[in-house]
């Protein structure tokens, strides 16, 4: 058996998403492959797709703490990445015991991999399509208690041994490989989901913060539109609130690229992960930007250019006047699914290593 270590940012659940389904495309050429995740994403996320890993539970990098799915806490990511940085050695040395069978050290993006493998001896590999000094970068005029953490970041992350930027990417390096967006594949029998939920011949739009949990926003516009089936997903239980409205619990076992992929239009925070599966299913996409987050308006014109995709701010979401947008999009034919997944180009990539 070949082992290898994946050290997976907890910002949101998009680069916990793409490490597995790096490691899932991996495993699909190598099945001896055991993979080991150090992280604070909760641990039903991988096994809602691996078998053979191991989990471990540690804080491996901080990313933006988040207020809410669409809002950014700055001075609260400050104070924890104060507390994080300079990482302590005997963090390191404990993480390097772990590591010490491993052929290779994978990062995505926490960048304490990196320590971890110069530490081992073993190679490095960075995934990205963006790193933590670039998304910092805007808010230092504000904040700049932050500059410190930039440069420091910086440095680790250009140490690395092999760097693989993915589609859609946020800025341009000197890199090993480049490779479209990367997804975790759809594995059920789709037709049969969309009968298992019940909404008959109504379209369903699949409402999805990138599994951080929002409230519902107002919702008197959705019941103007009963031939519609509004799911909203990451909620804290399953149950249907109107005729046309229902939550689905986050720790429910609908498998979420499933789930995207019965949609007939779905509306989602412009993250990383929902972008990639939106490619694999041709979706139609509504997708809400963060204004102060760097990454968004670039995912947005990703999806409008790729997708077709419709934009809109947060306020429209909160208030409702996105509901109209829906009606508007089904009468538009789907935009062609992807037939390359990313995470096939890495997986041959990393298989040359182990």
């Not at 049969?192 to 699949?206: H, I, M, P, S, T």
């Not at 109107?242 to 993250?271: F, M, R, T």
Request: glycine share 6%.
């Amino acid at each position: 058996m070949k082992e290898i270590a994946c050290f997976v940012s907890p910002h949101g659940f998009g680069h916990a998403t793409r490490a597995i389904a790096v490691v899932e495309a991996l495993q699909l050429i190598q099945p001896d492959i055991h993979a080991h995740f150090f992280t604070t994403v909760p641990e039903s996320l991988f096994k809602a797709t691996l078998t053979n890993f191991s989990y471990h539970p540690v804080l491996v990098d901080i990313g933006l703490v988040q207020s809410s799915a669409l809002d950014s806490d700055i001075p609260s990511t400050i104070e924890q990445l104060d507390r994080l940085h300079p990482f302590a050695k005997e963090l390191i040395n404990n993480l390097a015991d772990i590591c010490s069978r491993c052929s290779l050290i994978l990062c995505d993006i926490a960048p304490i991999g990196i320590a971890v493998a110069q530490h081992t001896g073993l190679p490095s590999i960075l995934v990205e399509n963006f790193t933590w000094d670039w998304i910092y970068q805007p808010y230092v005029q504000n904040y700049p208690k932050l500059q410190p953490h930039i440069q420091f970041l910086k440095n680790l992350f250009a140490q690395a041994d092999y760097r693989i930027q993915t589609e859609p990417l946020c800025f341009p390096a000197s890199r090993d490989l480049y490779c479209g967006p990367i997804f975790r594949r759809t594995k059920g029998n789709l037709k049969a989901l969309r009968e298992q939920l019940g909404y008959g011949d109504k379209a369903l739009v699949v409402v999805t913060m990138g599994g951080v949990f929002q409230q519902v926003p107002s919702y008197q516009n959705i019941k103007s539109h009963p031939n519609i089936h509004f799911l909203f997903t990451g909620q804290q239980e399953t149950k249907q609130i109107e005729e046309n409205i229902s939550l689905l619990a986050q720790d429910s076992n609908i498998y979420h690229p499933d789930l995207l992929g019965i949609a007939d239009v779905v509306v989602c925070k412009a993250g990383y992960s929902t972008v990639a599966e939106c490619c694999q299913a041709g979706a139609r996409v509504i997708s809400i930007g963060r204004a102060d987050f760097p990454e968004s308006g670039l995912l947005q014109r990703y999806l409008e250019n790729r997708l077709g995709g419709v934009s809109i701010k947060p306020e429209m979401y909160l208030d409702g006047s996105w509901v109209a947008l829906t009606s508007e999009l089904l009468l538009r034919p789907k935009a062609a699914a992807a037939t390359k997944n990313g995470a096939d180009q890495v997986a041959d990539f990393l298989r040359k290593l182990t």
